[in-house]
């Protein structure tokens, strides 16, 4: 029997000058513990004309995880970090009660031809800590745990799994796993993960009870103890999820909170230029028209 509660197509989406598939959310899932968007960035080929410029916008209330595959990101941020993420590494930035940060192509790529592929993944920060000071870490690839067996590579990105720990400083029980597949074999972690569970197929296929999922499909747990599945040679697999946050969570354009008010404050905050500037990057990204008078998603009560 199989144990996929949901089945989810990655879903394109539109960030600037730049398509992404988006993962989370979707109208039957909102989040996954406490993940609440999660963005696949390509893989792209860029020209040597064509660079990810994403200019300065704000957040509240979550903290951003960014893991690439291939290619660079320079990040600045209204704390003062100016810092570039290359694959393997992980850029974690905690906004609380609010930050800016921009995302652009290193200078000496933007002239080349390169390649765009990663991860970009918020989570909400407990409703006790929605409102701490914003900071940033970056965490470099020889902090990330890593082990295999005679079947597949493992490495945890961030949180707890078994007897490895992340140096990723996360707020809540969670886990971001990355395994490939190195021969076909049955994969049976359930007894080791907690909270609610999800698996997104970046390449390769999986098998869970008879039915064969493939890459850009995102399957969500019925019960995150009970995962267990065949994952065949050269897949890759990332396996998220988590403690869930004992509220629901608003979510409007780049701002997550479980305040529907603090959403308000921070969408009139931005509007008015209040928030704190970016160092050398002047840009300012306005909220899309179309959502200046939108409700905030979510936000419903738990049963």
Known sequence: MSNVGLILEEKAADIGNFLVGRLLPFRQKRHVGPF??????????????????????????????????????????????????????????????????????????????????GLQIWVALPKELEDIEPSFVHVSEDKLPTWSDENAQYRLIAGKFREHESAVPVYSPLYLIEIKAENDFNLSIGKDLYGESALYVLEGEIVDGGETYGTKQLLVAKDAKLCEFEMKAGTTVYIFGGDALPEERFIFWNFVSSSSEKIEKAKQDWINHKFPKVPEDDDYVPIPPAQINARPSGGEKKD
């Open 36 to 117: 609440v968007f999660i963005d696949h960035m390509g893989p792209t080929k860029l020209k040597d004309y064509e660079n990810l410029d994403v200019g300065p916008h704000p957040h509240i209330g979550l903290s951003t995880l960014t893991y690439l595959f291939e290619g660079a990101v320079m990040h600045r941020d209204s704390l003062g970090t100016k810092l570039e993420i290359k694959p393997g590494a992980v850029n974690w930035m905690t906004a609380g009660k609010g930050v800016v940060h921009s995302e652009r192509t290193p200078d000496y790529l933007r002239v080349t031809e390169k390649t765009m592929h």
